[in-house]
């Protein structure tokens, strides 16, 4: 079942029924901000600041940044970690284009690095294999709604001292371990407002 939420349309038919009224009632909140931006969230106006102040709230963030989307913000994020040109950065072989793309724009690298097939995540055992000594990152992608093993990927990533980066695009909304997908649990989070969002 898909439903409307304002300028969005929302998968809901994964929602327990005692998960529903809670989740309308945030994910409303949530677009409201989001419907006062125009939908158009490249442009600063009116409501921008107050979709970055609820999505922060309600992803549990200190803080949030509107960019012009997940693209844009993935590339940011690879920029604001000190990833350079000719550096490797590992993702998932299971993604949307973009991801690799930002890694390429950056002047990196992108590793593709083979996926759980349970949660089509990045896994973290082929994650280990992939790393060289020029690897400096690992831009994670939750995929579908389903959180990837950030515990295990994270560890990975500690012991080999690279960064983490979180592409929650599809993902608004899930929760790891009891908070929220985009806390971050790595060192940036990035969404998106035009993706499919499921799991909410």
């Known amino acids: 079942m898909q439903q409307y939420f304002g300028p969005i349309w929302v998968r809901t038919k994964w929602l327990a029924a005692h998960e529903y009224g809670r989740a309308r009632q945030e994910f409303t909140s949530l677009v409201s901000a989001l419907a006062g931006a125009d939908r158009d969230l490249a442009r600063v106006g009116i409501g921008v600041a107050e979709f970055e102040r609820a999505f922060a709230e309600y992803v549990g963030a200190g803080c949030a940044v509107a960019?012009?989307?997940c693209t844009t913000a993935l590339h940011l994020a690879l920029l604001a970690v000190g990833i350079e040109p000719g550096d490797e950065v590992l993702c998932p072989s299971l993604s949307f284009i973009a991801t690799a793309n930002a890694i390429m724009h950056a002047g990196a690298i992108p590793v593709f690095v083979d996926v759980d097939r349970a949660t089509y995540n990045?896994?973290?055992n082929c994650m280990e294999r992939a790393i060289t000594p020029r690897t400096r990152a690992v831009l994670l992608v939750h995929?579908?709604?389903?959180p990837a093993a950030?515990?295990?990927?994270?560890?990975?990533?500690r012991r080999h001292r690279l960064m983490?980066?979180?592409?929650?695009?599809?993902?608004?909304?899930?929760?790891?371990?009891?908070?929220?997908?985009g806390l971050p649990h790595a060192a940036i989070a990035c969404f998106s407002s035009s993706a499919q969002l499921s799991g909410v």
């Open 67 to 69: 960019v012009s989307s």
């Open 122 to 124: 990045i896994d973290p």
């Open 143 to 146: 995929q579908v709604g389903l």
């Open 150 to 157: 950030l515990d295990e990927i994270c560890e990975v990533a």
């Open 164 to 181: 983490v980066i979180e592409d929650a695009a599809c993902a608004v909304g899930a929760e790891y371990h009891g908070q929220r997908v």
